[in-house]
């Protein structure tokens, strides 16, 4: 069998707490900004972009199942997925479940901030234990034979702190963000560059029937502004530079996000459901790395032999360590699902000659739902 997917560590992935090089292919064809000697920058003021009059369509751009490389830091991923679909009729999501370490999500909705109908971004996750929430809002946006582009920035520190800027042409999209760890390091540069393709519609087009998407009306309210009180303070500073809110401790998501302050979170959030994975560990796969897969279509034959074709169906794809035996997806996009577990036998780090599988079982999961599979038997040696 192809060696065709290289697994990755979770934590270079999330926005706010990671650096990256300044030498980054420019993929949204923006022009450079001279970088600024300065340790701090003076207060940016922030005006959202009025939707009524244009950017609304950002909504419909996002919309889909992508498949591209993704440059994190300074290092290419030469595979790598976002499963946007419509969660709601103003709303979008989409997810990067990491596995063992944690997970990134980024979603756009509608809302009204400053008194301005606009689009914000909700970016976060959990990484070893520390729960992060940063919002982004929508504030430039160009249509020209470049393609829709569209800038997203911090709700407190703007271009200051961190952004996100995305640009569509075609079946095409290139999204980079930049970030400064939450406003501790100035100026803020280039930590992900996400190149892809968009690899089907129907998911997302099945989502958006089902809860009337797009629609120009607030997903949440954000007229009175965010919950100051809450936000993260870095040591040492007297005020924030972000709009973030943290938390760290052992706590499930949930509870995570009460005590973080998060204004929105995973309770909020309509039509997502969840799944829980248990894996029965054997002699054969004890101690081994397991990959977790979650697909369109079976990753096996029906003898449980991998098969490289199907993995462009992937959808979610974290990694357990070799004591985990349980992993929930959160977040999760309701539809018909196959599961796969692949124990890394000989340790190399990727799917490969030797690691031991099962025949993929599939799973239907339906909006606002928390099912439980269990797998006990992966003994087929690929």
């Known amino acids: 069998m192809k060696q065709f ?19 980054i292919r420019n993929i949204a064809n923006t022009e450079d900004k ?52 419509p969660i709601s009729e103003s709303h979008i999501h989409g997810i990067h479940e990491g596995g063992t370490m944690g997970n990134l999500f980024t979603s756009f909705f509608v809302t009204d901030f400053k008194d301005t109908r606009t689009i914000i971004a909700r970016n976060g996750g959990v990484l070893n234990g520390i729960y992060r929430t940063s919002y982004f809002v929508l504030d430039s946006v160009r249509n020209d034979s470049d393609g829709d582009f569209y800038r997203l920035v911090d709700a407190v520190g703007s271009t200051n702190t961190m952004w996100m800027e995305l ?37 997302a087009d099945a989502a958006a029937a089902a809860v009337n998407f ?116 959160t977040y999760l996009h309701p539809g018909d699902y196959y599961v796969t577990v692949v124990a890394d036998a000989n340790g190399d780090g990727y799917v490969s000659l030797g690691d031991i599988t099962h025949v993929s079982q599939s799973i239907t999961i339906s909006p606002e739902t928390n099912p439980t599979i269990t797998l006990d038997n992966i003994t087929v040696i690929n």
């Not at 400064?180 to 998911?203: D, E, I, W």
Request: aromatic share 16%.
């Open 214 to 329: 797009p629609q120009n009306t607030p997903a949440w309210d954000f007229s009175g502004g965010f919950p100051e009180e809450y936000y993260y303070i870095n040591s040492g500073d007297t005020e924030a530079k972000s709009c973030s809110f943290l938390w760290q401790g052992t706590e499930d998501v949930v509870t995570l996000a009460a005590l973080s302050g998060d204004p929105y979170t995973i309770s909020d959030h309509p039509y997502i459901a969840s799944l829980q994975v248990d894996v029965v560990r054997n002699s054969l796969i004890e101690n081994k790395k397991l990959f977790l897969f979650l697909s369109l279509e079976s990753l096996t034959d029906a003898s449980g032999y991998l098969q490289e074709d199907p993995f462009n169906s992937l959808v979610q794809f974290p990694e357990l360590i070799e004591t985990q035996d349980s992993f929930t997806f």
């Open 167 to 203: 640009r569509f042409k075609g079946d095409s999209l290139y999204f980079n963000s930049y970030t400064s760890q939450l406003g501790t390091l100035f100026p803020p540069t280039r930590h992900m560059t996400f190149k892809a393709k968009r690899y089907n519609s129907y998911l």
């Open 34 to 85: 001279p970088i600024p000697t300065d340790t701090a920058a003076a207060p940016i003021e922030i005006v959202p972009t009025d939707i009524n009059e244009k950017g609304f369509e950002l909504l419909e751009n996002i919309k889909g199942h992508w498949i591209g490389t993704n440059l994190v830091i300074n290092f290419d991923y030469e595979w790598f997925t976002f499963d946007y679909r």
């Open 5 to 23: 997917i290289l697994f990755f560590g979770f934590a270079a992935l999330l926005l706010g707490f990671t650096s990256c090089e300044k030498e």
